[in-house]
């Protein structure tokens, strides 16, 4: 969140922001937000505030911006051509080093510059290259499967975009994107009006 | 969370969970779970368990599925694309109204049966229509001020896509899908292996 809200003023040009107003955009008290930046080590200034592009580049190295990652993504339906057209992952280091799709008329098609793979190379792909990350962007009914898969190939994390739990060991990095979830919770908002 | 794994199991033909079942699906306490369904009104009965049918109805109906939602698509990019053809809205009585784009590319082509139409169509569209919930999947550059006014035009709430705040007043609903941050904690998870 701080990094993304800072990400966001240093685009605006904004050099430097002061605690309290950090406390007013991000709706938590001042003394969190010194809390939470202590915590990271630190950066602020006494009179002064926090200077925002250091700031959020401290952030960045904490959340592991400085290390390049690289994602493949797995379906490349709509939602897996939106992911892979993400202009965002250069700023975050990540790479998108291929696509796969199980549809033949998809395969060998090209999406923002990668030819489409098909699923019967992702075995091989995987252990030759490794992953870092795997967005999955494929129907719930195979994606418990082919998750246990990429793991067992040597993928080190899902972003997992399947309305469903993926089964994996604790330990394993997964990142849940339930969209219809959010828009379950408006639906619900929207009720008591 | 239990709207949609009690859809998942009804989908896969399970009839009846016991909390011990569910606790450890969902890793919360059967306590908790316990707590929380009863809260929702208490579907349990005492050595059989949860009818899963019944209570993923009852919890839908909480959650206001009973009530059909119109949506309107604000972008037909991929990621708008990726919105517009969701499989799943029927069974969460959402209907897909319209889709809108600024580009005259885009403008006039089919997606998923809807014809796409212009920005500058947007207004008539939602003061005579309105629409109760907005997907908006614009660059943040053009975030803030469509959002206002599709507020000021009748939408009721929003389901941002794009990475900012939407500066709307609090009591407005409006849910963030902020893709990127999810990103972020996998590369902060991959960090410390």
Same mark, same amino acid.
């Given at each position: ?74 379906? !490349? ?6 992911? /892979? ?6 700023? *975050?280091?990540?790479? &998108?080093? $291929? +696509? ?34 795997? !967005? ?6 195979? /994606? ?6 990429? *793991?067992?190939?040597? &993928?080190? $994390? +899902? ?35």
């Amino acid at each position: 969140m701080y990094y993304r809200y800072l990400g966001n003023l240093a685009d605006a040009g904004v050099e430097r922001i002061s605690s309290r107003e950090l406390s007013e955009a991000l709706q938590m008290t001042a003394s969190q937000i010194r809390q939470d930046l202590n915590n990271f080590g630190g950066f602020g200034q006494q009179g002064y505030g926090y200077n925002v592009e250091k700031l959020h580049a401290e952030i960045g190295k904490i959340m592991g911006v400085d290390t390049p990652h690289s994602l493949i993504i797995i379906g !490349a339906g709509h939602l897996g051509q939106a992911l /892979a057209g993400y202009a965002s992952y250069g700023k *975050r280091n990540f790479t &998108v080093e $291929a +696509i796969f799709d199980v549809n033949p008329e998809i395969i060998g098609q090209e999406i923002d510059g990668r030819v489409v793979k098909g699923m019967d190379e992702l075995e091989a792909f995987v252990k030759e290259n490794g992953a870092d990350v795997a !967005a999955l962007a494929v129907p719930k009914s195979v /994606a418990v499967e082919i998750a246990r898969n990429i *793991r067992d190939w040597g &993928v080190r $994390a +899902i972003w997992n975009f399947a309305p469903i739990d993926l089964e994996l060991p604790k330990e394993f990095p997964v990142e849940n994107v339930w969209l219809l979830d959010s828009l379950m919770r408006l639906s619900y908002d929207l009720k008591d009006r």
